[in-house]
């Protein structure tokens, strides 16, 4: 008996997700919020709150005893999103975001990502860049809130910002990265050109006059004040304790864990990962006396580095195509949109990750798209070339993703909303199991492998010495490129990501260890009655579910399959 109560909060739910983010539901391809845009008001962060608080209560009124099993994946999910939007609203982040975690996303990166299916679209979107004026002077204010009360962003965060936010506006009006949006082939070419000329009108009139008063407001305040190298953690503003010890028990899917305990498995995983370093290492590098030595013949060595751009694009277009060779042996469920590879927006290039994943749209409008950060090529390490790969495509996220999108019979917000430990912790996990899968070409790229994995356990200590222990940022950096072969610009610009974004940092490596875990699990107690295959489709047929569900899952997949 399907529960109504459950079915209508969740629809509750998740069209007031939409209309409290109207960026993510444009994202998504829902047409009827292009004209609008976030709104930062005090009013509105009261309303929200209000919302949240009446949208647990109905949760908790609900009768788990009663529920299907899909239901309670359903009742867990909300629960899991509901905490973490309360959880946002305590913490206020916005109020010294930067780098990262700051606003430059809606001039330079979210429209080169729309699709305009028609023209009363690209009219709608127009009424959006209006609104534009309002968010950078509700962004403004909030921000100065912020600093009144000793939140502030640290300095290099804050000059990431500044120096995006001078970029955009020192690039010549019929260039700017707004404009960038992708219009439908049903769009003529006449009707875009106005559209543009009006867009122009609106971007000079409106929105660069704001985001010029917001970079003043930046230099002039906010960047005298921002923090020092030494006082790089959250840990150092107020609140900033209580604020990361809750970022990091929601990143990592444990609501027990300490700081000293991320702390303490990450400085395990570093050493586990040393020895077969050497082992491998010794086979590319034959007069490696020692780990650390691979290590810095990895950092060091010119052969280690890519030639050019298109070298990286072609590389990443051919490890793709091979991992869909195998699948089938692996997984009997699949994607339906196809996986792409560009290259990451030129504007958003310096100071952009490595490399990210964009899911499909239901719709089919859009495809699953593999960015690859190509800027100076000649600086960027070939040797992680397939295990970025494997992450953000196949069978990374371009599986659990995709996946997550195209599933049926499921309340809307399943398919968007997501459990970063699950979603990295799949992408981790996958780069492993691209190994079992045979696709690792050489021992080059094995090397690969086996340093995402040292980077990922550099990054638990990293961000629990840096929030929850009071490091310095060059104490970080110094202990990142000791125990992971990460070449120094890639360093500081993950350094000052895991400083702008408290938490997320940790939860690739919790999350892969624990579908780690669970699969060890069943494969000793099922024995031959183990299929990988169907393991696989367990953990992936219901979205991007916490850790403690898809725990909850393999426990009943063990009792349905050791019949």
Excluded at 249 to 270: A, F, L, P
């Amino acid at each position: 008996m399907i529960d109504n109560q459950l079915i209508k909060l969740s629809d509750d739910f998740f069209q007031n997700s939409l209309a409290s983010s109207p960026t993510s539901a444009i994202m998504r391809g829902y047409k009827e919020y292009f004209d609008q845009i976030e709104d930062l008001s005090e009013e509105t962060f009261d309303k929200e709150e209000q919302l949240v608080n009446k949208f647990i209560s109905r949760l908790e009124k609900i009768d788990l005893n009663t529920l299907s099993h899909r239901e309670k994946i359903t009742h867990g999910m909300l629960e899991f999103a509901l905490s973490s939007n309360k959880d946002a609203l305590l913490d206020k982040n916005w109020e010294f975001g930067a780098g990262v975690s700051g606003f430059t996303g809606y001039l330079i990166d979210y429209n080169q990502r729309l699709f305009i299916p028609d023209v009363e679209s690209a009219d709608l979107l127009l009424k959006r860049l209006e609104l534009y004026e309002r968010l950078f002077t509700q962004i403004a204010e909030v921000q100065k809130k912020g600093l009144l009360n000793n939140r502030v962003a640290t300095k290099r965060n804050l000059l990431r910002t500044i120096d995006q936010l001078e970029n955009y506006l020192n690039t010549p009006l019929e260039k700017d990265t707004l404009l960038l949006v992708n219009f439908s082939t049903d769009i003529g070419e006449l009707e875009i050109s106005n559209w543009k000329e009006k867009a122009k009108k609106i971007i000079e009139t409106n929105v660069r006059p704001a985001v010029l008063d917001y970079l003043d407001q930046l230099k002039d305040e906010h960047l005298p004040k921002g923090r020092i190298d030494e006082k790089s953690g959250i840990l150092w503003i107020e609140g900033g304790e209580e604020t990361y010890l809750r970022a990091l028990r929601r990143y990592t899917g444990h609501k027990d864990t300490t700081v000293k305990e991320v702390h303490n498995i990450g400085i395990s995983e570093i050493e586990r990962l040393k020895s077969e370093f050497f082992e491998i290492g010794k086979n590319v590098f034959s007069d490696a006396k020692s780990p650390e030595e691979v290590i810095h013949k990895m950092q060091t060595e010119p052969a280690m580095r890519y030639e050019s751009k298109e070298q990286m694009l072609q590389i990443a277009e051919d490890t793709i195509e091979r991992s869909y060779k195998p699948l089938d042996k692996w997984f009997t469920v699949f994607p339906k949109s196809p996986c792409k590879v560009l290259p990451a927006p030129p504007e958003s290039e310096q100071h952009a990750p490595p490399a990210y994943y964009v899911a499909p749209l239901p719709d089919g409008s859009r495809d699953g798209t593999y960015f690859l950060n190509t800027y100076k090529p000649e600086t960027k390490s070939i040797f992680e070339a397939e295990s970025v790969a494997f992450h953000e495509a196949i069978p990374g996220h371009h599986l659990d993703r995709t996946i997550a999108v195209e599933l049926q019979d499921v309340p809307d917000f399943q398919r968007y909303i997501a459990s970063t430990a699950f979603v990295e912790g799949w992408g981790l996990y996958a780069e492993q199991l691209a190994n079992e899968m045979g696709l690792y070409s050489n021992d080059v790229q094995q090397l690969g492998r086996l340093g995402n994995d040292a980077w990922r356990g550099c990054r638990l200590v990293l961000d629990t010495g840096m929030h929850g222990m009071g490091w310095s940022r060059e104490k970080a950096i110094e202990f990142f490129r000791a125990n992971s072969p990460i070449e120094e610009i890639n360093a500081n610009i993950e350094t000052d990501r895991y400083i702008a974004w408290p938490g997320q940092a940790c939860s690739y490596k919790m999350g892969q260890l624990k579908i780690e875990e669970l699969r060890r699990k069943a494969e000793k107690e099922l024995g031959e009655n183990f299929d990988i295959r169907y393991f696989h489709d367990e953990v992936l047929c219901d979205g991007g579910i916490t850790l403690p569900i898809l725990e909850n899952k393999i426990k009943d997949f063990i009792q349905r399959h050791s019949v």
